[in-house]
Structure formats: C-alpha cells, structure tokens
C-alpha cells in the first residue's frame, strides 16, 4: 500500500472524528451544568481527549434527557 492509499483510507475517519468533536463540545457547551450527567470538566476532557470514543460517550451516557 503506497502513502497516497493510506492518506485517502484515513481521511474520512479523520473528518468524522473531528466532526464528532466538535458537534459534542458544541453541544456541552450550550446544554449547561444543569443539563449534563456529571461535571462539565469532566466531559469536556473525555471529548477532547478521547478522541473517537470520547464523544460518542458523552452523546450516549453524559446528557440529560
């Protein structure tokens, strides 16, 4: 596989990773304290720092209905 492949195979995962990120901490920071499961600090550390997972764990576990 030359680098050319590899860039165009990474790409859209990229973008959607950042996508993610940045629609997550959109979301955090318009929702407030009141509206989130645990402290804001918190999340945003989990969307920031764990990448793909981080914010698919904040869209299923860390908001409040």
Not at 24 to 38: M, P, T, V, Y
Not at 45 to 53: C, G, Q, S, T, Y
Request: avoid cysteine; proline fraction near 5%.
């Amino acid at each position: 596989m030359d680098q050319t492949t590899v860039v165009m195979l990474a790409a859209p995962l990229f973008l959607i990773q950042v996508a993610l990120i940045v629609i997550a901490l959109k979301d955090l920071f318009s929702r407030g304290q009141e509206n989130i499961k645990g402290p804001f600090w918190v999340w945003f550390a989990v969307i920031v720092f764990l990448n793909l997972l981080g914010p698919l764990l904040y869209f299923v576990i860390g908001r409040k209905a």
